[in-house]
Every structure is written in structure tokens, then in C-alpha cells.
């Protein structure tokens, strides 16, 4: 059985007035899946190729794109249901041979390559068409565990950015999806949009020789998948205002706008498929300022399966005082990840400024940058960031932009600024 446990990170304490409450929710789920729930039989997997022209400058892309796809045939579990889309300016099954899904054995696994072996490059790209064939494979099975990988090499231009998001629309819900872009032709936002709204997540992969690792470790990480489709429920009180839900850690993803109403000041946010994992989530409520001394009861916070059961609950409360010590101090969960947020947005600000020329506008937000991937001890975004300025002085935020930066390196950076570090917390004996 998997048990999700939630804690909750939070200053309750608020100055008369107030009116904002903010809290960090800790969801970790654990142990022994419901052998119901995650049979092999549960999950199925659609891997999507990019087979445009552009995938054979040079030909390593596409053959490194089919080494890759092989990888993942073979992660999959036996007896889960799995597909082989390619796409260019259409979408075509490459496996099986008629619209549906096989169980992966290893006869279809040998099938499979055989026929992914057999794919040229050739035509243009769009993506919102290699996204329907892949909802219309998912729709022929009753699996709840529905995973996707979309691999491609340059921009959707043979689809108006219009349709992919009304397709966008359509398809929400229906799978959770992983993008990944090999080279430096394809456009980051463009692949965030899309794994934004399937609740997956989107690197680079700078060399093709790099696939095959991917491709195998997106496959394992699906399957560890346990239970599907849960929601994250928020109840506040009357005349309360729910300002944003967001997930925080392992990744930024904004939940707001995804909510749906399950009950009287009752709403759902979708989480997707969940593993032996842990994820941080920041909630932010406004309510109606009360007396010093009150105590209210500013959000109930569950977890909720697919069927309606609680897997686990958390409250969020608001106490007013006019005790400054405890009404001024930071939480320091909510503090650092707020400082996250900011990371991820003068990262895109400040390459965006990069690109457009805006010499003053870029070197302020990079360095804004910089200083926050010190003060939160996020190595690995300071690694990236000095790949594209010069830093002089990481604490104060002090730095030089680069006269000539790889396309690999910002892009790099700008794939991974939503990926997010986990504050240090104290252990009880602390």
C-alpha cells in the first residue's frame, strides 16, 4: 500500500491586518504499491520520434533517436501496453501496425525495433499532431498510468501557435508527458508549454549520444509510477481567496489556473502519477484579517485518489498577534523558495534581454541570478549561470556578460532554471 504522508511548513503568525497566509506542503509518498493499482496491465507508454528532414543534419540524430527509443522498449515492464509515434508536418504509428497498443514482450519488443529501424527523416514538424495520435492511443486502453516521451530538433513551424494550444487544451489530462530537445535548433518555451500542460518536464540534450541514457532513465522513472491522476484539494474558509498553488520542488510548475471545483470553497489541482517520491508545494491564501488573539483555520490541504479517497491531509492556519518576534519571522521554507521562484524568472528574463541586445537589462537580472543561486546554495544553477557570464562577485551579485555565448550553454540554462533545490531542513534531534 503506498501512504502519502503531508506536512506543512508555514509562520502562522500574522500582524493585525494582515491578510496574506503562505505555506510550504510537503507531500511524501511511500512504500509497497496496491498490486491493483499498479499491475503491469496499468500503465502503458507512447514514445514520439521526431522524424522531420532536419533529423538527418547530421544522420547521428536520428540513428542516436532510434538507439534511444530501442533503450526504452526494453525499461518497459513486461505486459505494459506501449506505441511508437514518428511525426513530422503529420503523425504516423510506427508500432503496432494498426491504431491500439501491445503489451510489451519479447516478441513485440523485437517487433517494435524492427519497424523503428525502418524510419526516415523527412518533412516538417508539428506538434500538436504527434500529441492527438497520442491521445487517441491512450483513449484505446483503460490504463490510469499513461506516460509519453516526445523527442524533436526544431520549432513546431508547420503548426500555428494557436492550434497547438487549443490542441494543448484537448489533450490535458489525458497523459503526462516528457519533452526533450536534442541539439540547439528547438525552442525551449515551446517545449515548456507543452510539458507544462502535461505535467512532465523538459531538458536538452546537447549531444545525440546522449538519448540513450535519457530515454532509458525517463522510461525507469515512469515506470516507478504507482498511482495515477491524484489531486491536490484545497478547502478555505468563506471569504477567503486562494492567491496561487504552485509545485515548488523538484520542479516549478504553476497549478493555479488547473484548479478545479470539487466542492463548496473546495478545489482540485492536478499533481499527475506519483512513485516512492517527495514533492514541496506553495500555497498562498488570502483571507479576511481578524482580531489579535484569533486563530483561524486558513486551509485544509489533502491529497485525493482517482476514486475519492484522502490519502492525506494538512491544515494551514492564521494566527494573529501583536507580538512582532513572532509575526516578523520568516519561514524559512517559504523564504527559500520564493527566492526559486525569483531564480527561474531573472534567468529567462535575463536571457531574453541577452538575446534582444539589452546589455544594462540582462547583466542586472543575471546578477540578480547569480546571487540567489548563492545565497540558496543551488550549485548547479551557478555552474550553468558561468557558462554565460562572468561571475566577479557571487554574493553581491556582481558580474560580466560573456562577448560570445554556445547556444548549448543558454539553452542549458534556460531548460533547467525550473528545476529547483530543496531547502535544508533540521532534523528532530536538531
Known amino acids: 500500500m503506498t501512504d502519502f504522508q503531508i506536512e506543512v511548513y508555514q509562520n502562522e503568525y500574522l500582524p493585525q491586518g494582515a491578510a496574506e497566509v503562505n505555506a510550504i506542503v510537503t507531500v511524501t509518498a511511500s512504500g509497497n504499491a496496491t498490486p491493483a493499482v499498479t499491475s503491469d496491465a496499468q500503465a502503458a507508454e507512447v514514445i514520439i520520434i521526431d522524424t522531420s528532414g532536419s533529423m538527418q543534419h547530421p544522420p547521428t540524430k536520428l540513428a542516436a533517436a532510434k538507439v534511444a527509443t530501442n533503450a526504452a522498449i526494453d525499461a518497459l515492464r513486461d505486459g505494459v501496453n506501449f506505441a511508437v509515434v514518428s511525426g513530422s508536418e503529420r503523425a504516423d504509428l510506427v508500432y503496432p501496425p494498426r491504431l491500439g497498443m501491445r503489451p510489451a514482450t519479447a516478441l513485440s519488443r523485437e517487433e517494435a525495433k524492427r519497424a523503428v529501424s525502418a524510419l526516415r527523416a523527412d518533412g516538417g514538424t508539428a506538434m500538436g499532431e504527434w500529441l492527438l495520435l497520442a491521445r487517441e492511443l491512450f483513449a484505446t486502453q483503460q490504463n490510469p498510468l499513461r506516460h509519453a516521451i516526445l523527442l524533436t530538433d526544431g520549432q513546431n513551424v508547420h503548426e500555428r501557435p494557436k492550434k497547438l494550444e487549443r490542441i494543448l487544451e484537448t489533450v490535458t ?208 544553477t551557478a555552474k550553468l549561470l558561468a557558462k554565460v557570464v562572468d561571475v566577479v562577485d557571487p554574493a553581491h551579485g556582481t558580474i560580466r556578460l560573456k562577448r560570445e555565448v554556445a547556444a548549448v550553454d543558454a539553452m542549458t540554462l534556460e531548460s533547467r532554471s525550473q528545476v529547483t533545490k530543496r531547502v535544508g531542513r533540521k532534523s528532530e534531534e536538531d
Not at 525569483?342 to 542586472?364: F, M, N, P, W, Y
Open 173 to 380: 489530462g489525458s497523459f503526462v508527458c516528457d519533452c526533450r530537445g536534442v541539439g540547439t535548433d528547438w525552442e525551449v518555451k515551446e517545449l515548456r508549454k507543452i510539458s507544462t500542460a502535461l505535467l512532465g518536464t523538459v531538458d536538452i540534450v546537447a549531444e545525440p549520444s546522449g538519448l540513450e541514457a535519457d530515454f532509458r532513465a525517463m522510461t525507469s522513472n515512469a515506470m516507478g509510477k504507482e498511482i495515477a491522476d491524484v489531486a491536490l484539494r484545497l478547502w478555505t474558509p468563506q471569504g477567503a481567496t486562494v492567491k496561487f498553488v504552485k509545485q515548488v520542488e523538484p520542479t516549478l510548475t504553476d497549478l493555479t489556473g488547473r484548479r478545479v471545483e470539487s466542492a463548496p470553497r473546495s478545489g482540485d489541482y492536478p499533481t499527475g502519477a506519483w512513485g516512492s517520491e517527495s514533492r514541496d508545494y506553495h500555497v498562498c491564501i488570502q483571507v479576511n484579517p481578524a482580531n489579535i488573539g484569533d486563530k483561524m483555520l486558513a486551509g485544509r490541504v489533502s491529497l485525493v485518489s482517482p476514486t475519492g479517497d484522502v490519502l492525506g491531509k494538512g491544515q494551514i492556519l492564521a494566527v494573529w498577534t501583536d507580538d512582532t518576534a513572532l509575526s516578523t519571522k520568516i519561514n524559512p521554507e517559504v523564504a527559500h523558495y520564493t527566492g526559486q521562484a525569483e531564480l527561474a524568472s531573472v534567468i529567462e528574463e535575463g536571457l531574453d534581454a541577452q538575446r534582444a541586445g539589452q546589455i544594462e537589462t540582462a547583466t542586472a537580472k543575471l546578477g540578480r541570478a547569480v546571487k540567489l543561486a548563492h545565497e540558496s546554495g543551488h550549485e548547479d
